[in-house]
């Protein structure tokens, strides 16, 4: 499923007109649905419990050994050893991100949570790669200086669903308020 970016006519007047507004005209709307929908529940113990717990078992990786995880991945998608990807998609962390996608009655398209490496913890759907934190869903928000910084990034057009989606990474935080991982979650702006 090849995806392409489409640039929102309404997005360029808005960056035309109002250079502060640079975001584009789905912003708004994704952020508040993710306040309202989705920060809830990234308190949830059993998203908490299952960050810091990758937390803990990667703490000593490499960078070559997180490159040689993110590869052994990006070959299982390719049909290789899919022994990673099935490992990630089998846990509880999983579970609950799928449940919480299908209650979003088709807004939420996908959505994984990463550890303090960018490295994928738990997610509803595979993803072409394991290492997020080369990309700025991780870098924009877990390595932000504000810990409840919302990142949107631009929307995208698919061309054989015709969705148009954007994607929404924020940081997550243990009980006591401390960066701990990130989540991103993909949205269905047709269903905002």
Do not use: C
Request: aromatic share 6%.
């Amino acid at each position: 499923m090849k995806t392409i970016k489409i640039i929102l006519a309404a997005s360029a007047l808005a960056i035309a007109g109002n250079p502060a507004q640079a975001e584009g005209p789905h912003v708004p709307a994704v952020k508040e649905f993710i306040q309202a929908s989705v920060m809830p529940w990234l308190k949830d113990p059993a998203v908490i419990a299952a960050v810091k717990a990758q937390n803990e078992a990667n703490s000593g990786l490499s960078e070559e050994e997180i490159v040689a995880l993110d590869n052994k991945w990006r070959a299982g998608v390719d049909g290789g050893d899919k022994s990673l990807i099935d490992n990630v998609l089998s846990n509880s962390l999983s579970a609950f991100l799928r449940d919480k996608q299908m209650a979003s009655s088709g807004v939420i398209t996908e959505v994984f949570v990463m550890d303090a490496k960018g490295l994928n913890v738990g997610q509803s759907d595979v993803t072409s790669d394991y290492w997020q934190g080369d990309e700025a869903k991780w870098q924009k928000t877990y390595g932000a200086s504000d810990a409840n910084a919302i990142f949107v990034d631009e929307a995208e057009k698919d061309e054989s669903t015709q969705m148009l989606q954007s994607q929404a990474s924020m940081t997550v935080t243990d009980e006591g308020g401390a960066p701990i991982g990130a989540v991103t979650v993909g949205v269905n702006l047709n269903s905002l």
